[in-house]
């Protein structure tokens, strides 16, 4: 009996050692970055942990990947499907978000980011302002969900094109995947098509992603062409200046023009003035003497016809 007492206590010490050396294994044991995320632990977008932080690599799996621009906590994507990513983001020639400031200098800002699972009560929590005007739509949230993501990581990650692909609702666990492209920074001029897209949930997600990722190139480069088409501002304001310059020579030469024969037309007038006036006295004077002249005639007419008739009455008489 004490023999198996003793064999009893002796197995029960190594069982304790056992258990405890495994403790001590697990405790230092370093954190799988490609273990599975599970959705319920995080599901609001300013839970999400910001870039440059140990936390934010483990999360989102960038080891896992071998990317710097894609956040996938749920290990949706495989290596094989980053890979083909990989190589559509490529059109776009850009960098990624979650690098650092020397990494891409000059291009363009990327982040795309896979969340598994999302809930219209932690978007409100997110915001307070939300308390009274709550999203009651799905597309809704999925767009409050983007733009506050987009700000929580503003001050970490100033992405120019972040993609979110929200592929679940909780708390029902609602199978209805939204696509949610945001432009911001230097893509702000196609901020009007920061809009939520419903995805198929047959749809496969790097479908979803290469779909979104060149329609985003052809909006990227139709927006190009328009600027690099359009009249550059310096040549308008070349020629509005001018125009400017010909409408205030015109107006100064009418001017000076004006001026200088305001003189002329007074000197014409006032000969004008003294040319008729002389007349108006010539003819005045001349019609006078022309009446006068003519009455002086009558007047010794009459006295002719007058001196005249008492002779010829003598005559007739003497006859």
Known sequence: WIEDGMLIALLFMAVLNRVASLTALYRHAPIRRDSV?????????CTFPVPYTKEFDIFCQLDYHKT??????????????VEML?????MLNMTSCFCASTCGRG???????IVPAASISSIISCDSSLDFAPPTSLP???????????RHW?????????????RSWNPDRIRKPFIVPVYSNALERLQRYSHPTSVSSREPVLVALQAAIRHANRLIEAEWTDMNTSIPH????LACGMVAIVILSVYTANCITNRLDRPQ??????????????????????GMMMNASAQQKRSVMMFRTFSKTPARNGASNRL
């Open 107 to 113: 291009r363009k800002k990327l982040g795309i980011v």
């Open 234 to 237: 310096w040549a308008m304001g």
């Open 86 to 90: 990989d190589h559509t983001v490529h």
């Open 265 to 286: 037309k007074q000197r014409s007038a006032v000969a004008g003035v003294r040319k008729n006036s002389d007349r108006f006295r010539a003819g005045f004077g001349g």
């Open 37 to 45: 995320y599970h959705p319920d632990t995080v599901s609001g977008p």
């Open 68 to 81: 710097t621009y894609i956040c996938d906590p749920a290990g949706v994507l495989s290596r094989t499907e």
């Open 154 to 166: 503003s001050t970490h990650c100033t992405a120019d094109l972040m993609i979110v692909y929200i």
């Open 140 to 150: 809704a949230a999925a767009y409050l969900f983007a733009q506050l993501l987009s």
